[in-house]
């Protein structure tokens, strides 16, 4: 909680337990052993808006929140003397778990719509696919369709249906004529709903170092935990069913006509990772008052497990309904993630406090993925992100004042630049959304070679920023405290639940989310 008031700016501080994550020398700078645990609240806030399309106007703005619990710092460290009458005055081992990030979030959308329909768009790209074949297991194994399993459940559930040439499709919510036309006849009351959980956890092993009380060095080597969650819901109502005919035909030879009132769909997503980095710190103090620190963590080398579900229902007023759930798929691959640089100076004042700046460099450009059973797999994914990744720069500040000896305020704020990267010139302009093999009207060419990406490259002038604030209760004894509030805001999103088709445009909700954290420090000194 000290950390997390301070907005992270403890690179040249140290002495707290949640801070050494950001500087191993930290952990030198405390006379003491101490064991600290930190409970949290995460509340994730979204303000989110439905259009109809990504240029129409948007409606009114839906709130949403959704709370969570979490443990995100449980620590110990051990200080021993030297006693060598050296420059050694210290060393300390400590072993800490800490939460390095938070992936809560939450939002949704509703509008009408009597365009186009989520179980049309899956009707329009399973088109071509023989009925025979679809939602077979060897529909599922081939690699022409990996990322068609959502159709293949989506014909299995009965969200789309054959009808007439051994290939053709139509959705739940559609209309079909004689002809073999197929549209969506009326209003539909369409919503939707993304939910994330999850945690990166870092568990740490640190030796650190106090020369002297001027110069501190430590040593960390980091094994993150990964544990991460995301459903994405959708479901379309009817507005008026009468409009939504749709005839049965049973096997004895007898048909029913009734209506479409509802259907959904869900994605669900899992993934979990386990990675080891190294990390290098150092804290000067060339002369009184003054804190100069520094550390470098290395790339981490993760190894990343997925697993995914699609599902869905449909219900009809004639008292059908059908649901299920497709295949379930996992794969594994490994992940290397970015280096960092970290800078900072800091000033404090006698035992009135401090104030304390951070500056942090990450290297997304070397991020590479890999698959150790299919060499090569990833070969247009890194080169992807080589091409539209580059650095990002987070600045941090805090300052803590005691107020009297035993209590203090503090408070802090970070901004961090995205490190998404694009490519423009004379009116050509290249995203990495552009930068795509095989999916319809996308660029393959620039990866081929046959076309050329624009000389010039930009970043997206978008951030996230946070602010914290808090207290700390330091008395003489054993126990002490900390309570910190922290709000970070990031960039406005925008989200299409599914693709357009047909020459159409589909709706778009308009996101902007934030994450409150409240934590509570409970530390005990020896």
């Given at each position: ?6 907005g992270g700016?403890m690179v040249?501080?140290?002495g707290d337990l949640?801070s050494i994550?950001?500087?191993?020398a ?7 052993s101490?064991f600290?645990?930190?409970p ?9 808006a ?5 240029s129409?106007?948007a ?8 709370a969570?619990?979490?443990l995100p710092n449980?620590g110990i460290?051990?200080r ?17 778990v ?9 939002s949704?959308?509703?509008?009408i719509?009597?365009?186009t ?7 329009a790209?399973?088109n071509?696919?023989?009925?025979d074949y679809i939602?077979?297991s060897e529909?599922?194994n081939?690699?022409?369709?990996y990322?068609?399993?959502d159709v293949?459940?989506a014909y299995?559930?009965?969200l789309?249906n054959?009808y007439g ?5 139509v959705?739940c919510s ?8 197929h549209?969506v ?7 939707s ?5 999850g945690?990166k956890?870092?568990?740490?092993m640190?030796?650190a170092?106090?020369f ?6 430590g040593?960390?080597?980091g ?5 991460y969650?995301s459903?994405?819901q959708?479901?379309e109502v009817?507005k008026?069913p009468?409009l939504?005919p749709?005839?049965f035909?049973y096997?004895?030879g007898?048909?029913?006509t ?6 959904s769909?869900q994605?669900?997503y899992?993934?979990?990772?386990s990675?080891?980095?190294?990390k ?6 060339p002369f009184?008052g ?9 790339p981490?080398?993760f190894?990343?497990d997925e697993?995914w579900v699609?599902s ?5 007023t004639?008292g059908q309904?059908?649901s299920?759930?497709?295949k379930?798929?996992t ?7 970015p280096?960092?640089l970290?800078l900072?100076?800091a000033y404090t004042f006698?035992t ?5 700046f951070?500056?942090t460099l990450t290297?997304?450009?070397?991020i590479k993925y890999e ?5 090569g797999?990833?070969d247009f994914?890194?080169t992807a992100m080589?091409l ?8 941090r500040?805090g ?10 305020i503090?408070?802090?704020y970070?901004i961090?630049?995205c490190p ?5 010139q004379?009116?050509?302009?290249v ?6 093999i095989?999916?319809g009207d996308?660029?393959?060419?620039y990866y081929y070679g046959?076309?050329?990406l624009?000389?010039k490259s930009?970043y ?6 946070s602010?914290s604030a808090g207290?700390g209760?330091?008395p003489?004894?054993?126990?002490f405290?900390?309570?910190?509030v922290r709000y970070?805001?990031?960039?406005k999103?925008?989200y299409q639940?599914?693709y357009g ?5 589909t ?9 409150w954290?409240?934590?509570?420090t409970?530390g005990w000194?020896?």
């Open positions: 909680a000290g950390t997390m008031a301070l700016a040249a501080i140290g949640g994550g950001i500087n191993p930290g952990s030198a700078v405390a006379g003491y101490q600290t645990i930190s949290n609240l995460s509340l994730a806030s979204s303000g989110s439905f259009a109809l399309t990504p129409a106007d409606g009114p703005v839906q709130s949403r929140n959704h969570a619990f979490t449980i460290s051990a021993y003397d030297s006693y060598s009458g050296g420059p050694l005055k210290s060393f300390t081992l400590a072993f800490v800490n939460s390095t990030y938070d992936y809560h979030s939450v949704s959308g509703s509008g719509n009597d365009r329909s989520k179980f049309a768009e899956l009707a790209a399973a071509g696919i023989p009925h939602a077979t529909f599922y081939d690699s022409k369709y990322n068609y399993w293949a459940m299995e559930v009965g789309i054959s040439d051994a290939a053709d499709y959705g559609e209309v079909l004529t004689d002809l073999g036309a549209y006849p009326g209003e539909l009351i369409q919503n709903l993304r939910t994330i959980t945690t956890n870092d568990i740490l640190n030796m170092f106090n002297n009380d001027r110069l501190y060095f040593l960390n080597i094994l993150p935990v990964i544990s969650s459903t994405e959708f479901s009817s008026v009468e939504f749709v005839v035909n096997s004895d007898t048909q029913q009734t209506y479409f009132s509802n259907a769909y994605y669900n899992w993934a979990s990772g990675g080891v980095y190294a290098l710190g150092a804290i000067w103090l009184a003054l804190r100069l620190g520094a550390a470098y963590q290395t981490t080398a190894m990343i697993s699609h869905g229902s449909v219900g009809y004639g309904k059908y299920g759930s497709g379930t798929g794969y594994q691959y490994n992940y290397t993630s280096q960092m970290d900072s100076l006698g009135l406090g401090f104030l304390s951070d500056y290297d997304y450009g070397h698959d150790s059973y299919n060499p797999s990833f994914t890194n080589r539209f990744s580059g650095v990002s720069h987070t600045l500040a300052l803590e004042l005691n107020i009297t000896p035993d209590f203090s503090r408070g802090g970070s961090r630049t998404e990267k694009y490519y423009y004379e009116d050509a302009s995203n990495g959304g552009y930068y795509t095989g999916f996308y660029n393959d060419d046959r076309l050329d624009p000389a930009y997206y002038d978008e951030y996230t920023d602010f207290f209760y330091n003489a004894g054993s126990f405290a900390d309570i910190a970070t805001r990031y960039p999103t925008n639940p599914y088709y047909a020459g159409m445009d709706p778009q909700i308009r996101i902007a989310s934030g994450l954290n409240a934590a509570l409970f000194r020896f």
